[in-house]
């Protein structure tokens, strides 16, 4: 399974960024979870969203409200449009693919993307 996150960038608090997930090659993600998980300098990853490929969402409760995931199984793609950015949300953004369900842990996901950097000035 090949993931590519793309769209971070450079923003001021209280702007918006809309990140994407795709995948690639092969591999056709409209079965599997997709979770969105961030690390800043310093810190864990931590989890920031997830949804199942029924389309059920789970939310990091520092981003509910403010962060919506969604996907488009036909462009084989997961998006995380991001609103009311924070200082707080810099961080390196990955997308995971878990086999069976969205899971808050890390550990129980079995692909990564490469990440994408999302900095936001105050």
């Known amino acids: 399974v090949q993931l590519q996150a793309s769209g971070g960038g450079l923003v001021q608090a209280g702007d918006s960024l809309r990140l994407s997930c795709a995948a690639s090659g092969r591999t056709f993600i409209s079965t599997y979870a997709i979770g969105w998980f961030r690390q800043a300098p310093g810190k864990e990853r931590e989890f920031v969203a997830g949804i199942s490929w029924v389309h059920a969402t789970l939310y990091a409760d520092s981003v509910k409200g403010r962060f919506t995931i969604s996907r488009d199984n036909a462009k084989n793609t997961v998006y995380l449009q991001m609103n009311s950015l924070k200082p707080e949300d810099t961080a390196v953004y990955y997308c995971?693919?878990?086999?069976?369900?969205?899971?808050?842990?890390?550990?129980?996901?079995?692909?990564w993307g490469q990440g994408t950097l999302v900095t936001v000035s105050s």
């Open positions: 995971a693919v878990e086999k069976t369900r969205v899971s808050r842990s890390a550990g129980e996901y079995d692909y």
